[in-house]
């Protein structure tokens, strides 16, 4: 996967990856013990920058692989502070729009006191603004990419144009689906991805099969394969995650690690895999990368580890 298919050659200065998607302000909230409904509870409350693709952007790019994001937000303080810190953890944010029709992207996330996520709340209304026209307004840098990842929170016509743009060039589509919901969109067009990466929940949506064990996950990994996607992964939380490719399948166990924020951990995943990919790295070896990059991110209280590197990834390599 590393080498660029013919007609694909990069200007110079045009990024290796570009995902497209949210960016967003992340509120995460994490009750301590005991609950009662209907008033106020005690917890912790953090605030930081995120959004799927956003998260996967930063990611890449501390992992050095020159990346950029094109999303949108709204051009007030809130918007702002978010294309500054993409742009600082070394991102190209040349190319993000910004539209106040509604306020920037957010995501609040309530979980318990053991890291179980209860409920999240996803407002990404101002994607609309990224159409199909947008997609064509980008195509150059869209075509001369050796990959593109979007997240599921786009438009289901902004993807079609998308894939049309990749298809010609030959250039490979990873697709991270986000939540149930925008899997379930996304089910029509699922053998388009060269990549997809679901939890057990968002695969669910994809194939419709029950998810709960490890050969369930494997045998809808296998459906996502036969339904023409080239890499399927899905994740099992505490369980690890399975893949499959037309040539195999297998399972990777999580690393035990004492969880400090959950959010972005699956971001971390896809990243990684996105980043072994591009390196010729094989699956099975580029999965356990993205195992590593999940558990570092579990272990840290940002959205995105900020000291990500490669080596950390395989000091903690699963064998």
Known sequence: MAATAPGNERPAGVPEVVVIGAACLDVKARLRGDTLAGTSNSGDVRISVGGCARNIAENLARLGTPTMLLSVVCGDDFGRTIVAQTAAAGVNTSFMLFDCTQHSA?????????????????DTGLLATLTPEVMLAHAHLIAAARMVVVDANLPVA?????????????????????????????????GAFTLVVPNAVEAHALTGLPISSVAQGIAAAKLLIAEGVGIAIVTMSEAGLVYATAESSGYVPAIAVEVVDPTGAGDALTAAVVYALLNDIPVDEAVRLGVSAATLTL?????????????????????
């Open 106 to 122: 957010a995501y609040i996330a309530l979980y318990g006191a053991h890291d179980q996520l209860l409920v999240g709340v996803d």
């Open 299 to 319: 272990d840290s209280a940002e959205t995105v580890r900020q000291d990500l590197t490669l080596e950390s990834l395989y000091a903690q390599l699963v064998i």
């Open 158 to 190: 902004s993807v079609e144009a998308l894939l049309t743009i990749c298809q010609e060039r030959r250039v490979p589509v990873a697709l991270d689906t986000v939540a149930y919901a925008p899997a379930l969109r996304y089910r029509p067009l699922i």
